[in-house]
């Protein structure tokens, strides 16, 4: 133990690690391997593939790789349940959505240790930020089950959905997903990502606790295949998914001329533009959460800077301040601001284009702080004097890395911003209203 | 203690802030978001905590940066020295051993009170190496005439005050006269002579952001040693949002003018945990310095006896009710 006296010359944090017992039990009482939940049961595990916990590298969990079999009789359960949860009145599917958010929040403590456990993600992360996020969701859609009679005359189920979602926040995109769809009165098949299907199945578990009738939610883990299944599947009366461009284009074409509602949440490379007049020590806090949150894999992440040329090196010098203060390390540790990227291959992929970067002569800054020595972790990374042509500038690099360029005028400012195939969030730091208002409406982005 | 602690409690250990000419460009053209502002308050304390022996020794260094203050009309020599006896010795017996602090028990930074009382202070402080500060210039409004502010300052530093806190005419900052205010606390500057100054802006007065920032650079520049952020007299006092802003401006002081200036909050700290928070405030957006008590103080009255009870806490794994321990 450190004694007190020689704390008050470093004045260090010290460790504070959440507790993860409880997480621990459940896992070794799962050691057997998660089945797919199909039909308000879980069915027998097969064909096991590993989990593991990024922080670490060990695996704390086998869940079912989903066969086409396994697909269809989730379909199938859900087709079933859906006339009736259909037919259900709004006020009493809303009943069985407060109580899903009743027991999330219940849980909450649970479910934000095995969130970090399985993503990486810091715990102030999941316990601050992803967990109220789902109860939230949860209860504002029984909300809107409630009125939908009145605010949706006339409107009725799409049917089954089958949804996809990614391992960023694996948790909280199962509840942007399901709330809505049960809501509406739909029943659903989801297939979490394989990297982090854990708190899907912890919340198989929340559907019986709630007694949501069987059939209604179905979860299906699984790789790629298993979701292609699935957006494959005859039966599915729409697809709803959150990833990567790339799958996104190829599950487009293969909805295509089905008749398959379909909804996609994609890539971005978000431009976070900094004019002269802008607090510059707000705009580092800005920073700080636009590329820094989720280790960056964030679809909406701010991860290319637009600095004015005249403040770009008082704001890149006072970025370089911050980084330093940014700890890298143990996710369930409460003072950690940077966890685990989700998986190696994630890592990689990161490596690799940094390697592209560097060898087009970026500039590539990085507090020299220690990682652990083991897990996959990559260090919060500032890149400087990126031209448009960058590989950094136009990939989407999904971490914790920063690309900035400089602009002379607010018109180049908003071609900068625009010049990117993306197009999803933006955001535009300035004191000045008009500023902002007029920038905001030229950028081409869905949210700014 | 560490020796900067030592040092820092010897008395100033810090050369005065020479001050630079009064220059408005450099917080004219500085925006404030007041949310942004807000929202980095609010994480701060979600981001980092600190648990078990290092709470402890938090908790200790907080006490060490406390300004044990008395500043009420019912004060007497009396009341004075009771505070004295606490500041020079604010942990018992078995505490300090608890805490393994027994070879150099620590005390509070230094002991705040009105000019009347600076006396008796002094002399019940004398030989422990707590100095004494004391609030002058009209305390709390300050709309005394400068004449008199300026003796009353003479009248503090010449009965034995080490430090001054003294007040800003609010009404200069409403009223954007930059070179009044400015002027008016380099005379206060002057007239403290070898004490250190303490600028108490008075931002629950002040209401926006931005004119602390502004307020925060003029005390500065007029040569300032520590800006304070209220006399715990206004309807607001010390908030984590504003305290941001001033340490962000002494910060940028800094940089341009190479000095280092202290800040002290002041009013509404009660609890051990907003001691915590401040610290974690000094951590995060300065740096080690700030956090012993020649850069850093907290105005306060009522958090030493939380602070105990924490200790007593983390000691013996119970809470104790406050008569336990010996009162100011």
Redesign the interface.
């Known amino acids: ?5 020689d ?10 690690p959440e507790s993860s017992d409880h997480v621990r039990a459940w896992l070794l009482k799962h050691e057997g391997g998660f089945g797919p939940f199909i039909g308000g049961r879980f069915t027998k595990p097969r064909e096991l593939f590993d989990v593991f916990n990024p922080a670490t590298g060990e695996r704390i969990a086998r869940a079912t790789q989903g066969s086409p079999a396994d697909v269809d009789a989730a379909v199938a359960a859900a087709r079933k349940a859906l006339p009736k949860w259909a037919a259900t009145p709004g006020e009493e599917r809303a009943r069985v959505l407060y109580a899903l958010a009743r027991h999330v929040q219940k849980r909450e403590r649970f479910l934000s240790v095995l969130e970090t456990i399985d993503n990486g993600k810091p715990i ?1 992360e999941s316990r ?1 930020i992803d967990l109220p996020l789902v109860a939230r969701h949860f209860y504002h859609h029984a909300g809107w089950a409630s009125l939908i009679e009145s605010e949706f005359p006339g409107t009725r189920p799409v049917g089954v959905c089958g949804q996809v979602i990614p391992w960023n926040f694996p948790l909280l995109m199962l509840a942007w997903k399901i709330a809505p769809a049960l809501a509406a009165g739909c029943t659903v098949v989801l297939k979490p990502a394989e990297y982090t299907p854990l708190t899907a199945l912890a919340f198989a578990e929340i559907c019986i606790e709630a007694a949501l009738p069987p059939g209604v939610v179905n979860i299906v883990t699984g790789d790629g295949e298993t979701g292609a299944a699935l957006v494959a599947h005859d039966s599915v009366d729409k697809i709803a998914f959150t990833g990567s461009t790339e799958v996104g284009r190829a599950i487009r074409k293969a909805t295509a001329g089905t008749g398959k509602k379909l909804a996609l949440e994609l890539g971005g490379k978000s431009p976070f533009v900094v004019f002269d ?3 510059l ?3 580092v ?2 920073v700080v959460d636009a590329i820094w949150l989720n280790q960056g894999q964030v679809c909406c992440a701010g991860s290319r800077l637009l600095a004015a040329e005249g403040i770009a090196d008082a704001l890149t010098s006072k970025l370089r301040a911050r980084m330093a ?1 940014l700890r890298v390390g143990d996710p369930l540790d ?2 950690t ?1 940077v966890g685990a990227i989700v998986a190696p291959a994630q890592l990689e992929r990161i490596e690799r284009l940094m390697r592209a970067g560097a060898e087009e002569g970026l500039e590539i800054w990085r507090a020299d702080d220690a990682l652990p020595n083991r897990g996959s972790f990559y260090p919060p990374t500032l890149v400087t004097g990126a031209e448009p042509a960058s590989v950094l500038m136009r990939e989407e690099i999904f971490g914790p890395v920063l690309v900035s360029t400089t602009f002379r005028t607010p018109d180049e400012a908003v071609a900068l911003a625009n010049n990117t195939r993306y197009g999803l969030a933006a955001s535009v ?1 300035t ?1 000045n209203v008009n500023r902002a208002l007029e920038v905001a409406a030229r950028i081409k982005a869905g949210v700014v | ?2 020796q900067a ?1 030592d040092r820092a409690l010897e008395g100033h250990n810090r050369p005065r802030n020479p001050g630079v000419r009064l220059d408005p460009a450099w917080f004219e ?5 007041a949310s ?2 807000e ?2 308050a609010a994480t701060l304390t ?9 709470q ?3 908790l ?2 907080a006490l060490t940066c406390i300004d044990l203050t008395t500043l009420s009309g019912d004060d007497t020599p009396e009341r004075v020295r009771r505070l004295c006896a606490k500041a020079r010795r604010p942990l018992a017996g078995d505490l300090l051993a608890a ?3 027994e070879d ?1 028990p620590p005390t509070v930074a230094a002991v705040c009170v009105y000019p009347t009382m600076v006396p008796p202070a002094v002399r019940a402080l004398e030989g422990s190496g707590v100095p004494v500060a004391s609030v002058a210039t009209g305390f709390p409004a300050g709309l005394t005439p400068l004449k008199v502010r300026l003796d009353e300052i003479r009248y503090a530093v010449g009965e034995g005050a080490a430090e001054i806190d003294i007040v800003i005419t609010r009404a200069h900052v409403l009223s954007r006269d930059w070179t009044a205010l400015y002027d008016e606390v380099a005379a206060m500057c002057e007239a403290c002579g070898p004490a250190h100054l303490k600028t108490i802006l008075g931002t629950g007065d002040l209401k926006t952001l931005r004119n602390v920032y502004a307020a925060s650079m003029v005390a500065m520049q007029a040569g300032a040693d520590f800006i304070k952020t209220s006399t715990g007299k206004e309807d607001v006092n010390a908030t984590l949002p504003v305290s941001l802003v001033m340490v ?1 401006a002494l910060r940028d002081y800094r940089e341009r003018a190479g000095v280092d200036i202290g800040f002290k909050p002041a009013g509404g700290l009660r609890a051990a945990k907003d001691a915590l928070a401040w ?1 974690i405030l000094m ?2 957006e300065l740096a ?1 310095p700030w ?1 012993q008590p020649d850069l850093f103080r907290i105005g306060a009255s009522g958090l030493l006896t939380d602070i105990e009870r924490q200790l007593d806490h983390y000691a013996t794994g119970r809470y104790s009710a406050a008569h336990r321990h010996a009162m100011a």
């Open positions: 133990m450190a004694l007190i006296k704390i008050l010359r470093t004045m260090d944090y010290g460790p504070s102030r601050d007049d802008a607090d020590d707000s705009a806090e800005g203060r409460k003072s601001d730091w004191e | 203690m560490d602690t053209s500085v925006g404030v978001n942004a502002v929202r980095r979600t981001r980092r905590s600190v648990k078990k022996e290092y402890a020794a938090w200790v260094k805490l393994g602090l150099a962000r610290l951590k995060e080690l956090l």
